[in-house]
């Protein structure tokens, strides 16, 4: 089994949608989740930081964390054609970057 | 932008070709990495330097090789790839010693003929 699963997707929804993007992890040391967005031809830039469980808002932005289920999401309220991006999951059990282990990436669209 | 910068942000060459991939970032951290990125798979750590000092090599094959001369640059060597070895190459930064967030760079897309 994988150390983090995320499904690739690609996934399209239409502008105003709630998005779900999820991670599964099988190491329960995990205490520190992320989430980073990938736009084409750019870097992954940090998006939501969580530790250990519970959930998380920024905006339109909300992370959960189940440590219970070793599951992870990502929701996006009112989704915008600007949020179609790649979302990344990321997670380790120390907190520094150097112990991130990231998920595959699920590439989003959101139409107009 | 990010504050890190890497050069250049696209490459080709030739299996027997020598070049090297440059990153510098403007944030004051302490912290770099490289990171490599191939379609279909998780996003790939290589090197960790803390203090210009190199402090994870995460069983990359000897034709990558880093070089931090400074806290502020990053460089990745490489000589002999291969076609496998074409991806994105991704630079980041980070403060110790909480390295809590990392702030990557555009990416070198590098392909190997």
């Known amino acids: 089994q994988k150390e983090v699963e995320q499904d690739p997707g690609p996934l399209s929804v239409p502008e105003g949608a709630i998005v779900s993007l999820n991670c599964t992890y099988s190491n329960s040391a995990f205490q520190y989740f992320m989430w980073y967005r990938q736009y084409s031809r750019k870097g992954p830039e940090l998006l939501m930081y969580?530790?250990?469980?519970g959930n998380k808002e920024d905006g339109r932005f909300t992370a959960q964390v189940d440590k219970s289920s070793k599951y992870i999401s990502l929701f996006i309220r009112d989704s915008q054609p600007s949020d179609s991006a790649t979302y990344l999951c990321?997670?380790?059990?120390?907190?520094?970057?150097?112990?991130?282990?990231f998920g595959k990436g699920t590439k989003l669209t959101v139409n107009p | 932008e990010t504050g890190v910068t890497q050069t250049p942000r696209h490459l080709v060459m030739g299996m027997t070709n020598k070049k090297s991939l440059k990153c510098e970032q403007h944030l004051g951290h302490n912290a770099m990495y490289w990171y490599k990125q191939s379609a279909k798979k998780p996003l790939e750590l290589m090197f960790v330097y803390n203090f210009k000092e190199q402090t994870e090599n995460n069983s990359v094959p000897s034709r990558f090789s880093p070089e931090c001369p400074n806290s502020s640059h990053l460089f990745l060597h490489l000589h002999t790839l291969q076609p496998e070895d074409s991806a994105l190459y991704l630079c980041a930064s980070s403060q110790p010693p909480s390295n809590t967030e990392a702030f990557f760079g555009q990416g070198t897309r590098l392909t190997v003929v």
């Open positions: 969580t530790y250990s469980s």
């Open positions: 990321a997670m380790s059990a120390q907190g520094g970057s150097e112990k991130l282990v």
